[in-house]
């Protein structure tokens, strides 16, 4: 059973770029949730992603969007990058259904200078 | 946003103690789910809980429901070194959607 794989595992870009984040799910899930985790806090839902249509948002602004493929792999888009933006970006995986537990990838570590 | 407050915010213990961390709300939650996160790593899956008053073991660790549905405690038996990690409880209230809501983390340390 593969595990969610995310990408790249580490990256600086400056204030004002876009960025794109990448993650596989796990085998067999095909719901994808992204979080943003600053550092000493817990993960911050962002949204979520089924059937390749957004199924759920957080308090984040519309700069930050996503997409999901056929396969279940997913994206998170971030535009016009602010310093705060600078946190471990995690994806999760899951089978379909409201309350299925989420599997975790290490995660993206974006630098914003 | 919900809150879901850890308690404790850190712990250090000697190894061989057993440990017992809570997560509170305000809000009545439909599942909690209990993760432990090392550094540089994401978050692991320790336990999942449906209903409340359900009692639930992986090994040395045990987490239960709370009877009010507004929080979750989890035990850990006989710590060992490789228990250090941070702790999250996590939280789905169906009412309000798909998202999960994590606490605020609690900080082990094992002193060998």
């Known amino acids: 059973e593969t595990g969610v794989t995310q990408s790249p595992t580490h990256l600086i870009k400056t204030r004002g770029q876009q960025v794109t984040l990448r993650c596989s799910s796990q085998?067999?899930?095909?719901?994808v949730s992204w979080y943003q985790q600053a550092l000493g806090q817990g993960p911050q839902f962002i949204f979520q992603?089924?059937?390749?249509?957004?199924?759920g948002r957080g308090n984040f602004p519309p700069r930050f969007s996503g997409l999901q493929f056929p396969n279940y792999s997913s994206e998170l888009n971030v535009n016009a990058l602010e310093l705060d933006d600078s946190a471990l970006y995690l994806c999760a995986s899951s089978w379909s259904g409201r309350n299925q537990p989420q599997h975790f990838g290490d995660g993206t570590r974006l630098s914003i200078l | 946003g919900q809150q879901l407050n850890q308690s404790p915010q850190s712990m250090f213990i000697q190894e061989g103690e057993d440990v017992s961390m809570n997560c509170t709300s305000s809000?009545?939650?439909?599942?909690w789910l209990w993760y432990k996160q090392d550094p540089g790593e994401g978050p692991v899956l320790l336990i999942a809980l449906y209903k409340a008053g359900e009692l639930t073991s992986n090994g040395r660790l045990t987490a239960q429901f709370g009877i009010t549905r507004k929080d979750s405690f989890l035990n850990i038996s006989a710590s060992i070194p490789s228990d250090v990690g941070i702790y999250f409880c996590a939280g789905l209230r169906l009412i309000t959607g798909n998202q999960f809501y994590f606490g605020t983390g609690t900080s082990l340390t094992v002193i060998p």
């Open positions: 992603y089924y059937r390749e249509e957004e199924n």
């Open positions: 809000s009545i939650f439909n599942t």
């Open positions: 085998s067999g899930h095909n719901t």
